[in-house]
Structure formats: structure tokens, C-alpha cells
């Protein structure tokens, strides 16, 4: 499709669609969502650009380039050298993802993004027990009555996401869980008719079965009045935004319950995921698996418990002898700081990424990288894992991308 | 360029009737079979006691997409029993398994070309990447319609064919798709409305539009617009006892316009005998055999463990409680489709799965034309696609298949009619229902034979009196005129293709997206632009893969 098609407009850093009209305004503040338009036309983060323009100017001169080359050869040697290998980091688009899978199957090494606990919850929950889900786009058309469980900071993840849910009539939207009146407010904002109802948000499947028992037409309870009332209900939770306890075992518990109200009638839940959903998804059609694994003569062997990043790194780091001979690569597609716990580590680390961080460890190397959707056109993930979008760069390529450094490893 | 000489190799592609051995040549991309006497030929193989056959093409077979990835997510476990139990089925290290796995055992069964036939229009994108990921095989897609709410809509409000065809035209394209596919028409959506069935002449819950008139939109939609492969349909109640009637009224629905029907062994079943649950294979096959607009794939099942997914949530959630181990996913997806999953597992023991093994068969050898219908087990649903050789086995060998049926539940003995049938398939009809038909219902010209000019994929297998052990392992696989596997073992990566379908309008119904009033209405219902999912030509082009263009030749 060559035509002069108006680009998809997305946001890629949440990945949420932008094309919202508010998303417009200029005077916005700059927090990453904060969205300017492009000299091309395409919106993009306001610091997400800034911070393409200022590598562009970081990764020109000649000496650079040959430092970076130098820490590729030497990066090669330690992935040759090293007894055992961890790559893992913020990997957000589905060309890193394969890079770095590529990397670990020919390597024999260990992957898992880093902060992989809530996926990892969320996939264990499903992998028992299943559940009845549904996409934003579906959701939003015809949902009867939304149901939000959590907490405020499902809107500090995806402050837009009200917006995105709303198709611009009046429904009526019950907020489950602990939100402060600026949350219910940005709801109200939104255009849904919101009630909130505070509650424990660990006693929340055992209670929406009191509600709504089996076999019962009519509740004493309002809630269970609007449960048993409408005939297309969403459920809409982030797992990275449930503080609960036994994160896993509270999700099964609520797919349970939502799965068996479609007996009667329909009932769904919208699980918004991680920006790492794009390397889940790669990595299971790539190797039948979501991550988590350990790759033996390029055969994945999969234990969600025992290949843990953060308990590869707990190994490694207790033995002197493992310490040494061990390697962590690091990919990143984030422009966030790295991770004060990663430059901490007694261990040779290869850091590919837009940011170099400060390490100390003698035996670090960075290998700089663009920034997704910015410098580089990628594929991402919408947060409901239905929609993979194809991020339009819109600034001239300076650095390269995880991907591409991933690939000189392995020609 | 490179010239590969086959020497003394026995062609089977069901068009060349001799049975003596002859040469075949690769030269470059392209097959030959004769060659100026100047011609260097770069190495020679004397292929006596081997046959050659086009690589192999599935029609259907689920590899790419949402609901495939969910499938993989499912099912963790990694068990040998399978193996340990039916070591026939060569099975795959899980029911679905990753891309590599999937491409590298195709290949080993000298298969070169597979569809993955239920891409969502919103999900296109993820299931073509899936399937660039997929080494060895070139891919195409159908694009799932007929559930879409803005299609719905169009029908309700009587929006005219012309219309329909412009977005039929959009979504194919946009899809970068090679057919139109439609699953249970508008019972998908039904079901979103909480209606559990929905007959071919009954009105959806919330729209006035009955899944005829979806059928007929959808077929003549195909028809006008000169797409390759006509529609290609799974039918209304999916595994219900006496469905062979809404079979039948699908088939009318189209009025005689050309259709597939998908994994057609689910959808012939009567209500008859002591179980409430009989074979109407004869009927379905008698109106194949009396028509020519008609074909179909079996969607073979094979006894074993396997995870069943599909886009119809209807009948998904209604099969729920068989499911084994007892885990279900279903999803709502995007105003397009959903899907369910959950596992199954087929036993001998049990009457209803003895008797879909005999219903699948009885298709097999009751169609008289080998290019109109075609092997399928609809993996994962029916089987793995491993299990190929094993049902080619089947259809050969009559002692082989009686002595699985001797095995079956006693009341399938006594009902099933398969023991009459003692039509043993020749290998000229293995490669018209694996190679030749596949290609022609396609409208893949230059693949599925071994004419001159056709696309040099050839599979070599020697000559075993065992046609299972023959199918299963390849001599020689070649991809574009290069070997890429020989005894087993494979030598290199290939070049991919990507297949779509070409058609008259496709500039025009590249514009539809941008159309300010498609666009608004595109917008209300989905919250962002069409263009957001549309794939476009060069990110084809980007993934390493070349584009591969079907035509109709009517």
C-alpha cells in the first residue's frame, strides 16, 4: 500500500491511539504522554523528540563511531567467553524482542525482561484457568455497563486510557477498589456516569460472588443490581496496578467468576498490559513461550519460577566464580533511567539502549540506540495485545536500534 | 544461474499421466523439462525408484494470529505421552507449537506453502508477522468478514452491493489478505448479544440481517470483485447433531456462486441412531459430486490430544465442558470476531470421535474429484498437520484403515458405512488433494504442479510400499530451485513469499480508507483512523519477503 495515506497516529510511548482531540493542545505539560505535532505531521511524544534530536547530535563524530565499534568487538568476545548469559531489559517492540531472542538462542542463554512479575502473574493465571477477555475496540462499542477494579495508578500508567474507553455516550461506569476524587474525576471527564465504591480490593472476587450468586435474578445490593442488570459488562483491570497479594491467584479468581457469568449472560474482562507485551507476544510465537526461559543447544526450556531474571542475577552475583564468567544484556527500549538495581550489579553488563547510565563495573559497555516509533519505525503492542501497530519514525535515523546491533552479533 | 538436473524421477502432480521415469529440471526459480544441449548443468541427482511431486500446499491450517499465539500461551506443558503413545502422529513438542518448530516440520514433509485462513482485520498485521517468522514456507491469509458490525450494519441498512463490494475490496486489501473468509455468519456477533444460535434464516438479536444475507453479500462480493479463491466459508452450528441441514442451506445461500466450505467434516452430522448423532457424509458428497462450483477440505480429525481454536465463540463456548484439561479461553474482538480455545482430546474409545473420524474419511472417498477436495485436519483442531503422512496412509491402504476402525466405540462399527467404501486413493490423487487443488482453488497457476514454468519447489520421496513412512520423510525438499533439505536434515534458509490476492479494484479500494466519510464511520466505531491497522505493500518489503500477486482465471 504505497498511497498517500494519512500515517497512524499513535502515541508511542503508551501506545495508546492519539488522535484525541485534547492531544492537540500545545500548551500541554511536559510529561511523557504530553503529544506535539511533528514537522511530518505525525504526533509524537513532545520528550520522546527531544530526546531524538539530542542523539542525533550525540552519535555523529567519527570518534564515537569507532569507541562503539570497539565495544562491539569486545562485547563479542564476552558473549563468546561467558559460561552463562542473561538478556533482558525493557524490550518494548516486537524487532528487539526477535533480536534478542535470536541472541539468546544462539548464545544458550536465559531471557526475561526485567520487571516481568506482572506478566508473568497475568499469563500464570491465564495458563490455569483461562477466562473470557475482550479488546479496547470491543469493549468500547458495546460495553453496557464498565466495571474499573484497582487503583489510581492504572491512571498514572495510562492517563488517557478514559478517553479511549468512552464512545461518546452517556454509560455508566462502577469504580471497584481505592481511587481518589482526582481518578473518578478524570472518568467523569471522559463522559461516563460514574459511581466508586470503596473496598478491599483483595476481597473483590469473593465478593462479587456474593453479589451476584449463582442462579440469582435480583440482588439486595445496588452493585449487584447493576451486575445482574446489564447485559454486557467489562471488566477492566491493569495487573501492574493491583496491589494485591498473590497477584496471580486474585486474577484467576476474577476470570473464574466473569467466565461463569456467561452462562446466563455476558461478561468480560480487559486486561491492560505492560509496554513488554510486545516481547511476551514475540517471544511465544517465536519459541512456544512467553519468556522466563533457558535456551540448551538453541532448545527453549521454559520454568517461569527458576528462569526469573532477577533470580539469574541473584545466582550469579553469589558465587565469585559465576561472577566472572557471567554476562548480562541488557536491551532497552525505554527512555527512562536505568534502573538504579541494574548499574548497582557486581557483574560485566552490555547495555544497548538509548541511555548509558553510570556504571562503575570495568567490564560494562554501551551500545547506543535509537528511540522506538521516534528514530525507528517498530511494531508495538496496543496495551490490550489485539492491535499491533507499525510506529512511524519520523526523525532521521542517528543511532541504531537494539534490533540492528542485536543482528552484528549474530552475522 | 543454477541448473539442478533430476534424473530418471517419476513426476506425480495428477496432471502428467505417465508413470515412466524422466528428467526434471531446475533452473533458477523456474522448472523445466527440456533444456538446449549447451546447458551446463550444475549437479545432476538420478532420482531412479523416487517420485517428485510440487511442494506441498495447506489450505488451512492455523499458524498465524491472536487466537494462535493464545493457543501457544495455553499450554506450557511439555509432554512426551503423545509421543510415548502414538508415535505415528510424529508429534510436535505442543499443540501449537512456536514458528520455527512449525515451519521446520512442514518442511520435513516436503509442504512449502500454507494459509493461514482466520486473520482478523485488526489482528492482520500480527498474523502475517507470525507467519514471516515461520522459515521455509511461503503465506498468505483470509481475512475474517461477516461478523464485522460495519458490514452488519451495511446489510441492515441496505447500504447496495456496490458498496459492500467497496469495503469487502478495503478489507481484503488492508488486510493484505489472500481470500475472504466467513465464520458462522453473524453468529459471532449474535453471541455478543447473548443469543447461543443463530440459523442461516434467523435474524440477528440487535440488526435485521439473517446469516444468508451475509453469505450472499460476501460470495457475490468475492465474485465481482475477481478474487482467487472464492469464499471461504465454516458454516453455521459448527459440531451440532444434524447441522448437514444448514450445510445444505448455506450451499443455496450462494446461489450457485463458487464457495469453499472449511473443515467440512464438522458440519456434516445427522441426529440419527443411538447416540442422536449420525454421518450425512453422502449428502454433502453428493452435492460436490453433482456440482462444480463446489469445494471443500475435510478438517480431518486424528485420535490424540490437541487444543481446538476458533474465531466461532458460539459453538467454542458451547463445547466448553469438553474441554480437557479443563481450561477455556474465549475473547470479543475488536467489533470483527472473537475467539475460543480449549483443549480436546480425541479418543477411539468414544463414539462421537470414533464416528468424526469415519465422517471425515467417508468425505475423502465419496468426492470423485480429487482437486475439489482437499487434506486438511484444520490443525491444530482436527490433529497436527504432522499427522499427514499417517491419514495419506488412510486413504491408500484399506486394510490400514479398517484395522483403526476395527478399534473404534461399537456402535460406530455397527453405523458407519466406511467399510463399503473400498476406494483406495493412487498417488496421482495425493498430490491433486495436497498439491494440484489446493493450487487451483487458489488461484496459484505456477505452483502445485511440476509444469514448465512453475515455481521450482519440489519434494522428492522414494518409493515405499508404506506411504506413511514415505510421506513422512522426504528425500530432497527444494525452495526456489535451491535444496534445502536432504535425509532429513535442513541445509539453509530460503527466500519467503507472501500471497495476495490481486483484483481489478485494489488502487480504488485503497482509497476507500481514505474517504472522509468512511473514515468518520470507521472512527465512531472503533475509536481510530482504518489506517491504523491497514498494512501497507512495503512493510512486506521490510520483513526480507516478497509479494506474490493470485489472479482468477475465470
Redesign the interface.
Known amino acids: 500500500?504505497?498511497?498517500s495515506?494519512?500515517?497512524?497516529?499513535?502515541c508511542s510511548f503508551c501506545s495508546l491511539?492519539c488522535?484525541l482531540p485534547d492531544l492537540d493542545d500545545r500548551s500541554a505539560g511536559p510529561e511523557p504522554w504530553c503529544i506535539k505535532r511533528s514537522g511530518l505531521g505525525k504526533l509524537v511524544p513532545l520528550r520522546l523528540a527531544s530526546m531524538a534530536s539530542a542523539h542525533r547530535s550525540a552519535v555523529t563524530s567519527d570518534a564515537q563511531e569507532s569507541y562503539f565499534e570497539s565495544s562491539l568487538r569486545i562485547a563479542s568476545q564476552q558473549l563468546r567467553r561467558a559460561s552463562s548469559i542473561l538478556v533482558t531489559g525493557r524490550i518494548h517492540c516486537?524487532e528487539s524482542a526477535?533480536g534478542s531472542i535470536e541472541l539468546a538462542r544462539r548464545f544458550d542463554a536465559a531471557i526475561d525482561p526485567w520487571d516481568s512479575d506482572t506478566a508473568s502473574d497475568a499469563?500464570s493465571a491465564?495458563?490455569?484457568?483461562?477466562?473470557?477477555?475482550?479488546?479496547?475496540?470491543?469493549a468500547?462499542?458495546?460495553a453496557e455497563l464498565w466495571v474499573v477494579v484497582g487503583q489510581d495508578s492504572l491512571l498514572e500508567q495510562t492517563p488517557r486510557l478514559p478517553i479511549?474507553m468512552h464512545?461518546?455516550e452517556s454509560v455508566p461506569l462502577l469504580l471497584l477498589g481505592r481511587w481518589s476524587d482526582a481518578s473518578i474525576e478524570n472518568f467523569r471527564e471522559a463522559g461516563f456516569d460514574v459511581v466508586c465504591i470503596e473496598c478491599e480490593l483483595e476481597d473483590l472476587p469473593k465478593r462479587l460472588g456474593q453479589w451476584t450468586r449463582v442462579g440469582q435474578t435480583h440482588s439486595e445490593s445496588q452493585v449487584g443490581q447493576w451486575l445482574l442488570g446489564a447485559?454486557?459488562t467489562v471488566f477492566l483491570y491493569a495487573p501492574s496496578a493491583l496491589d494485591v497479594e498473590g497477584r496471580d491467584l486474585w486474577i484467576e479468581a476474577l476470570d473464574r467468576w466473569v467466565?461463569q457469568r456467561?452462562e446466563t449472560?455476558?461478561a468480560?474482562t480487559l486486561s491492560w498490559g505492560t509496554l513488554q507485551s510486545s516481547f511476551h507476544?514475540t517471544c511465544?510465537?517465536?519459541?512456544?513461550?512467553?519468556g522466563r526461559i533457558q535456551f540448551r543447544e538453541g532448545i527453549?526450556q521454559?520454568d517461569?519460577h527458576g528462569y526469573r531474571a532477577k533470580d539469574w542475577v541473584d545466582r550469579q552475583t553469589a558465587s565469585a566464580q559465576a561472577k566472572s564468567r557471567s554476562l548480562l544484556v541488557w536491551v532497552d527500549d525505554s527512555l527512562e533511567e536505568l534502573p538504579g538495581e541494574l548499574l548497582e550489579l557486581d557483574l560485566p553488563k552490555l547495555i544497548i539502549g538509548p541511555n548509558p547510565g553510570s556504571s562503575n563495573h570495568q567490564a560494562d559497555r554501551w551500545l547506543p540506540a535509537g528511540i522506538v516509533g521516534v528514530t525507528h519505525?517498530v511494531?508495538m503492542f496496543r496495551g490490550d495485545?489485539?492491535?499491533?501497530?507499525?510506529v512511524h519514525s519520523d526523525c532521521p535515523p542517528g543511532s541504531q536500534m537494539p534490533s540492528q546491533w542485536l543482528k552484528r552479533f549474530l552475522s | 544461474m543454477r541448473v539442478t538436473r533430476l534424473k530418471n524421477v517419476r513426476i506425480v502432480d495428477g496432471i502428467h499421466a505417465s508413470s515412466k521415469p524422466t528428467d526434471l529440471y531446475l533452473v533458477g526459480p523456474s522448472l523445466a523439462r527440456q533444456l538446449p544441449p549447451e546447458t551446463r548443468i550444475d549437479a545432476t541427482y538420478d532420482l531412479e525408484d523416487h517420485i517428485a511431486m510440487a511442494g506441498g500446499i495447506d489450505i488451512h491450517t492455523h499458524i498465524g494470529g491472536g487466537k494462535v499465539n493464545l493457543a501457544r500461551l495455553m499450554w506450557p506443558e511439555r509432554s512426551t505421552k503423545e509421543a510415548d503413545e502414538k508415535p505415528w502422529l510424529r508429534p510436535l513438542s505442543a499443540p501449537v507449537p512456536g514458528t520455527w518448530e512449525t515451519g521446520q516440520r512442514y518442511l520435513q514433509m516436503g509442504y512449502t506453502t500454507c494459509f493461514e485462513p482466520a486473520m482478523l482485520p485488526a489482528n492482520a498485521r500480527q498474523s502475517h508477522m507470525e507467519m514471516r517468522d515461520t522459515p521455509w514456507l511461503d503465506t498468505g491469509g483470509y481475512v475474517v468478514l461477516g461478523n464485522d458490525r460495519m458490514l452488519l450494519n451495511m446489510i441492515a441498512l441496505g447500504a447496495g452491493q456496490e458498496a459492500i463490494n467497496d469495503y469487502v475490496a478495503w478489507m481484503v486489501a488492508s488486510s493484505a489478505a489472500m481470500a475472504i473468509k466467513v465464520v458462522n455468519a453473524g453468529g459471532i456477533d449474535a453471541f455478543k448479544f447473548n443469543q447461543r444460535q443463530l440459523n442461516v434464516d434467523e435474524v440477528h438479536p440487535a440488526l435485521p440481517v439473517r446469516p444468508r444475507d451475509i453469505l450472499w453479500s460476501l460470495s457475490t462480493a468475492a465474485e465481482e470483485l475477481g478474487l482467487a479463491h472464492p469464499l471461504h466459508v465454516h458454516c453455521s452450528n459448527l459440531g451440532t447433531p444434524g447441522n448437514i441441514t444448514s450445510t445444505l442451506a448455506t450451499l443455496d445461500a450462494v446461489e450457485g456462486r463458487r464457495i469453499h466450505l472449511t473443515h467440512a467434516q464438522y458440519h456434516c452430522y445427522g441426529s440419527d441412531g443411538p447416540h442422536g448423532f449420525s454421518s450425512e457424509a453422502s449428502k454433502l458428497a453428493d452435492r460436490v459430486n453433482r456440482t462444480n462450483h463446489i469445494s471443500i477440505d475435510v478438517g480431518q480429525i486424528l485420535f490424540g490430544q490437541t487444543i481446538t481454536l476458533s474465531a466461532d465463540t458460539m459453538h467454542q463456548f458451547a463445547n466448553r465442558k469438553f474441554a480437557s484439561p479443563r481450561k477455556v479461553i474465549f475473547q470479543d474482538l475488536e467489533c470483527q470476531a472473537g475467539c475460543g480455545l480449549l483443549p480436546f482430546r480425541y479418543k477411539e474409545s468414544q463414539f462421537v470421535h470414533g464416528l468424526q473420524w469415519s465422517i471425515g474419511l467417508e468425505l475423502f472417498l465419496r468426492i470423485q474429484d480429487p482437486t475439489r477436495v482437499f487434506l486438511t485436519t484444520d490443525h491444530p483442531n482436527g490433529g497436527p498437520f504432522t499427522g499427514y503422512p499417517h491419514l495419506i496412509r488412510l486413504l491408500m491402504d484399506y486394510d490400514f484403515r479398517m484395522s483403526i476402525f476395527d478399534r473404534l466405540h461399537p456402535d460406530v462399527r455397527s453405523v458407519s458405512t466406511l467399510p463399503s467404501l473400498k476406494r483406495e486413493y493412487r498417488l496421482d490423487e495425493i498430490a491433486s488433494i495436497t498439491r494440484l487443488g489446493p493450487a487451483r482453488a487458489l488461484g496459484l497457476q505456477n505452483r502445485g504442479n511440476l509444469n514448465p514454468g512453475s515455481i521450482a519447489d519440489v519434494a522428492i520421496y522414494r518409493n515405499d510400499d508404506n506411504p506413511e513412512k514415505m510421506f513422512s520423510s522426504p528425500t530432497m525438499v527444494f525452495r526456489g530451485g535451491e535444496m534445502v533439505l536432504r535425509d532429513g536434515l535442513i541445509l539453509r534458509d530460503c527466500q519467503k513469499t507472501v500471497l495476495i490476492s490481486d483484483f481489478q479494484t485494489r488502487q480504488d479500494a485503497l482509497r476507500w480508507g481514505a474517504r472522509p466519510e468512511h473514515s468518520a464511520r470507521w472512527q465512531k466505531l472503533y475509536g481510530y483512523s482504518p489506517w491504523l491497522t491497514a498494512l501497507r505493500t512495503d512493510e512486506f518489503a521490510e520483513e526480507g519477503l516478497q509479494i506474490e500477486h493470485a489472479h482468477w482465471h475465470r
Open positions: 500500500m504505497d498511497e495515506n494519512p500515517k497512524p497516529k499513535l491511539v488522535e516486537v526477535r499469563i491465564m495458563q490455569r484457568g483461562g477466562g473470557y477477555g475482550v479488546s479496547l475496540g470491543e468500547r462499542d458495546r479511549a464512545r461518546g447485559k454486557y467466565l456467561n449472560t455476558r468480560v507476544q511465544t510465537w517465536l519459541t512456544g513461550f512467553p527453549p521454559y517461569p519505525t511494531n495485545q489485539t492491535i499491533l501497530a507499525n
